[in-house]
């Protein structure tokens, strides 16, 4: 897989976000070679406090394969799961999570606690990190700056 590629169109949906006056960031869902779901931050937009990037590619992931067992697939995400979404993610089923920035404040992979590789469960997700970190991350630093500038 090309990782460099597939994080790129997960930053393209954060861009759009950032556009939307949301957190920028970003997912892309892939089956194969195959992106079967794309999806920015809507929480703002929508006024959801669960419409982040990767619940929302998940949702459209699932209702495109026509079953919530998303076996197979891997999330590619500019930044790493909150709690949340690292619970959907194994729910899911999913095969791999390919993520860009470390949340150091409520990451749940890598950062504050790591779910998805937890023996408790009875499913967990190989963790690929710091695929484009700098981007990442830069996009993510542009826009609490101008919400400083501007808030």
């Not at 504050?112 to 190989?126: A, K």
């Given at each position: ?25 970003g ?19 929508w ?23 998303l ?22 089923r ?12 409520a ?18 997700v ?26």
């Amino acid at each position: 897989m090309d990782h460099h590629f597939y994080m790129g169109e997960a930053l393209a949906e954060a861009k759009k976000s950032l556009a939307l006056g949301e957190v920028p960031i970003g997912a892309v869902a892939v089956e194969g070679q195959r992106i079967i779901a794309r999806a920015g931050n809507r929480r703002e937009t929508w006024g959801d406090p669960t419409a982040h990037a990767e619940i929302i590619a998940l949702r459209e992931a699932a209702r495109v394969r026509g079953n919530w067992r998303l076996t197979g697939i891997t999330l590619y995400v500019t930044l790493e799961p909150c709690p949340m979404c690292a619970g959907a993610l194994l729910q899911a089923r999913v095969k791999r999570l390919v993520y860009g920035a470390p949340d150091f404040r409520a990451g749940a992979v890598d950062s504050v606690v790591n779910l998805v590789e937890n023996q408790r469960f009875d499913h967990r997700v190989e963790v690929i990190a710091g695929i484009r970190e700098v981007e990442c991350r830069e996009l993510l630093k542009l826009f609490f700056q101008q919400l400083r500038r501007d808030g």
